[in-house]
Antibody, heavy 120, light 105 residues
Framework: EVQLVETGGGLVQPGRSLKLSCVASGFTFNNYWMSWTRQAPGKGLEWVASITNSGGSTYYPDSVKGRFTISRDNAQNTLYLQMNSLRSEDTATYYC?????????????WGQGVMVTVSS | EIVLTQSPTTMAASPGEKVTITCHASSSVSYMHWYQQKPGASPKPWIYATSTLASGVPDRFSGSGSGTSYSLTINNVEAEDAATYYCQQWNYPLTFGSGTKLEIK
């Protein structure tokens, strides 16, 4: 059974940093691209970052580029999201997602999500 | 960045009705993916590559479209289909539609 378990969320002040982790199990982690997707309270979904299976390439939307860094440790089956210079608009539930490359990128498994609140 | 506009934003249907949710892209895309989300839960993969149902999705669901116009259709809607549905286009930067909330009367 595929499982994605996120940790590391919490309350953080604007301008500070936070690092999320996602431990994956139930599949061969280093065979898959991975991503983070977020959802602000009461709002829709927003893609945040993607990383290739080797970790050699990363992708970000303009809204987080230069502030967020996605990385992975294939030996530990763990995905990370380093978030710097946090803003109030980064407040959201962050989902770790497994990405299938099927006619583009499709998220076929989602974690339970971890809440990040950016507030003073 | 490709903007996806879903319509309607919310809708209500009676059991047994046919429901269609549309997703319009600001530029032509080759494929569209869909997700279902129920309150308090993570999104679930629902339809990928425009028309292929994800594992476990009932066959009363179908997807179609091309270019800038895509749709998700439910034949004989059931109470369990109440949820918010999101479209997502296939290429980077990845973008989602704003969602369509389906209520069952």
């Amino acid at each position: 059974e595929v499982q994605l378990v996120e940790t590391g969320g919490g309350l953080v002040q604007p301008g500070r940093s936070l690092k999320l982790s996602c431990v994956a199990s139930g599949f061969t982690f280093n065979n898959y691209w991975m991503s983070w997707t977020r959802q602000a309270p009461g709002k829709g979904l927003e893609w945040v970052a993607s990383i290739t299976n080797s970790g050699g390439s990363t992708y970000y939307p303009d809204s987080v580029k230069g502030r967020f860094t996605i990385s992975r440790d294939n030996a530990q089956n763990t995905l990370y999201l380093q978030m710097n210079s946090l803003r109030s608009e980064d407040t959201a539930t962050y989902y770790c997602t497994r990405a299938r490359i099927i006619r583009g990128t499709f998220f076929d498994y989602w974690g339970q999500g971890v809440m990040v609140t950016v507030s003073s | 960045e490709i903007v996806l506009t879903q319509s309607p934003t919310t809708m209500a249907a009676s059991p047994g009705e046919k429901v269609t949710i549309t997703c319009h892209a600001s530029s032509s895309v080759s494929y569209m993916h869909w997700y279902q989300q129920k309150p308090g839960a993570s999104p679930k993969p629902w339809i990928y590559a425009t028309s292929t149902l994800a594992s476990g999705v009932p066959d009363r669901f179908s997807g179609s479209g091309s270019g800038t116009s895509y749709s998700l259709t439910i034949n004989n809607v059931e109470a369990e289909d109440a949820a918010t549905y999101y479209c997502q286009q296939w290429n980077y930067p990845l973008t989602f539609g704003s969602g369509t909330k389906l209520e069952i009367k």
